[in-house]
C-alpha cells in the first residue's frame, strides 16, 4: 500500500470537496521522530529488570519521563533491543576499565581501526576522549575484548558490521 502525505492529496485534488468524518477513518497519524515527541497513548519499548525489552504507552507520568531521562524509552523494539545488547558489552568493559582519566597514568583504550577492519588497543597519557572506557593495562583491554568477544565490540560498541 503506498502511502502519501496529506500535503500531497491537497495539491493533487484541489478544489474538490471532502466528507472529513469519512476522511479520518483513512488518516494515520503520524509517528514520533524522537522519543521527545511521545504524547499521551504513543508506543514505546524499554527494557526492565525481568522480560529484558517491553512495549508500553506513554501517559506522561512518571516511570514514563524517568525511562525518557535516563535513556530507557525507544521508539522501536530493534532500537531497545541494540541498546540493550550494547550497555551488556559495556559493562563487560567496564568489568576490566573505568570512565575516569588518570592523568599522567596509564590509560589504555580500545578502538576500531577502519583501513584494518579490527579493534586495536592505543594508549594516552594527557588526552581525554569523551565517553573512552580507559584501562590501567594493555591485559586488561584484552581481557575485556575476549570476555565481550571483538564481534560485539565492533557492533555495539562502535555501530560496525563484523566482517
Not at 522480560?51 to 532500537?79: A, Q
Request: aromatic share 18%; charged share 40%.
Amino acid at each position: 500500500m503506498k502511502m502519501i502525505k496529506v500535503e500531497e492529496i491537497a495539491e493533487k485534488y484541489k478544489g474538490y470537496e471532502v466528507d472529513e468524518e469519512k476522511l479520518k477513518e483513512f488518516l494515520t497519524a503520524p509517528k514520533p521522530k524522537t522519543v521527545w515527541d511521545l504524547e499521551e497513548g504513543d508506543r514505546y519499548y524499554y527494557f526492565d529488570d525481568y522480560d529484558g525489552v517491553s512495549l508500553s504507552t506513554w501517559n506522561d507520568i512518571d516511570v514514563d519521563i524517568t525511562r525518557r531521562y535516563f535513556g530507557n524509552c525507544f521508539l522501536t523494539k530493534e532500537e531497545a533491543e541494540f541498546e540493550f545488547e550494547r550497555r551488556k558489552v559495556e559493562a563487560i568493559m567496564l568489568k576490566y576499565g573505568r570512565r575516569e582519566f588518570k592523568y599522567s597514568e596509564g590509560n589504555h583504550y580500545i578502538y576500531y581501526d577502519f583501513p584494518e577492519s579490527s579493534i586495536e588497543i592505543g594508549y594516552y597519557k594527557s588526552c581525554q576522549d569523551q565517553g573512552a572506557i580507559y584501562f590501567d593495562t594493555e591485559e586488561l583491554c584484552q581481557k575485556a575484548i575476549e570476555e565481550a568477544g571483538e564481534d560485539n565490540i565492533k557492533k555495539y560498541i562502535f555501530g560496525v558490521d563484523a566482517e
